[in-house]
DNA sequence: CGGTAATATTACGCACGAGTAGGTTACGCT
DNA sequence: AGCGTAACCTACTCGTGCGTAATATTACCG
């Protein structure tokens, strides 16, 4: 059920998807979606949390197997990529198709955005902290984690189009990208290789 | 003309905004806009391909300012940030609305995204190249082009809020990150080194 | 000053899609 | 069987917003 709605918001964004079109894809009639959700945002937004809670729960776990802030960047971007490769639909309508809807259920994904950002900023902090480098301002930190979760995105939505992509692969390119540099490309062969302040 | 019709579409989105509204702002009403234009649609494209024009033209400039790989993707991401504070609606209206628009509009503005990450990837080949390290194979190159591109974009929403962030100081910020990768914050003042194979 | 073209406006037609009223079937219970 | 109820559908209302026809106003010229 939430299942073809999301297939449809997917494929057509919240504006360009009748209630109709769904309840057809559901095999229903379109009375019975109003009497199981109230109205198409109601509906839209069940879509959006379930999705939501979902990816959120599959990071977390991820994050949680890690124990340096590398590790866990790493195990969650590699959450994050294999999520949106098994549930297409589900990341599109969650990122894409919520994000530029306009209304609550959009204010409600950007403020869990702001979070992931906020918590992948702790992380650098974490992680700059346990060498004796000095510590960024705020700023700066807070605008990387805003460069980071945005080349994630990207990342996701290419991968959409892209089949022969295999997302662990890619989230070892990104984590080393983010973490050497392209200058890691010039002289170290960056794959599985670990900074030096955590081997 | 075409700027309070960038404002409206910017702030309301494409969907959202009605004919009416943008009339008004512009102080005529409702035929005139179908007498210059010819549907709402071709209006929201004029909007879009004069923003996609000034953009290309501000980046095109930038980058061929510059002689190496990496002075170039400095130039040129110091510029598109620099035009995205200046050109608010603009960008707005030109990628966050535009890309989720659903029609014709949307695909020209994600060709044109699309022929901007080949070149970024372009770039990073040439950079590449002028070491002698191996060329990663091509995929990984597109992958990073897309993740740079991605985090550039969410750094220029962000700014549309964060109201007191330098463009030029966020630019150089992000470069080093790219190039220098975060173990750049460990031990190197990033700010103002170049990689060595350029200096 | 009259006529005509250009320019703008008001007021409408029309399609589409969210949401609903009322009818219909299926089924259990007495 | 007959009644009540739950599940569901067809067929409608109604608002909204794109696009336009009929109409007014201004500018210009003989």
Same mark, same amino acid.
């Given at each position: 059920?939430? =299942?073809?709605?999301?297939?449809?918001?997917? $494929?057509?964004?919240?504006? $360009?998807?009748?209630? =109709?079109?769904?309840?057809?894809?559901?095999?229903?009639? /379109?009375?019975?979606?109003?009497?199981?959700?109230?109205? /198409?945002? =109601?509906?839209?937004?069940?879509?959006?949390?379930?999705?939501?809670?979902?990816?959120?729960?599959?990071?977390?776990?991820?994050?949680?197997?890690?124990?340096?802030?590398?590790?866990?960047?790493?195990?969650?971007?590699?959450?994050?990529?294999?999520?949106?490769?098994?549930?297409?639909?589900?990341?599109?309508?969650?990122?894409?198709?919520?994000?530029?809807?306009?209304?609550?259920?959009?204010?409600?994904?950007?403020?869990?955005? +702001?979070?992931?950002?906020?918590?992948?900023?702790?992380?650098?902090?974490?992680?700059?902290?346990?060498?004796?480098?000095?510590?960024?301002?705020?700023?700066?930190?807070?605008?990387?984690?805003?460069?980071?979760?945005?080349?994630?995105?990207?990342?996701?939505?290419?991968?959409?189009? +892209? /089949?022969?992509?295999?997302?662990?692969?890619?989230? =070892?390119?990104?984590?080393?990208?983010?973490?050497?540099?392209?200058?890691?490309?010039?002289?170290?062969?960056? $794959?599985?290789?670990?900074?030096?302040?955590?081997?």
């Amino acid at each position: 059920m939430l =299942d073809a709605a999301a297939t449809v918001f997917s $494929r057509r964004g919240y504006h $360009r998807a009748t209630v =109709d079109e769904i309840a057809d894809a559901v095999g229903i009639s /379109k009375p019975m979606v109003y009497l199981y959700f109230g109205s /198409k945002e =109601d509906l839209f937004g069940a879509v959006v949390h379930r999705e939501a809670t979902r990816l959120n729960r599959t990071i977390t776990d991820a994050v949680a197997a890690g124990t340096t802030p590398y590790e866990q960047l790493r195990r969650g971007l590699e959450a994050f990529l294999m999520f949106v490769a098994e549930h297409r639909d589900g990341w599109s309508v969650l990122y894409r198709r919520a994000r530029s809807q306009g209304g609550p259920v959009a204010r409600g994904v950007n403020a869990i955005r +702001a979070r992931t950002i906020d918590v992948i900023a702790g992380l650098l902090e974490r992680a700059i902290r346990e060498t004796d480098a000095d510590l960024p301002p705020r700023q700066d930190l807070i605008a990387m984690a805003h460069a980071i979760v945005g080349g994630c995105e990207a990342l996701a939505d290419w991968m959409l189009d +892209a /089949k022969d992509v295999d997302p662990t692969v890619m989230a =070892d390119r990104v984590i080393d990208l983010s973490w050497f540099g392209l200058s890691g490309l010039f002289d170290i062969p960056a $794959r599985s290789t670990r900074p030096a302040s955590h081997t």
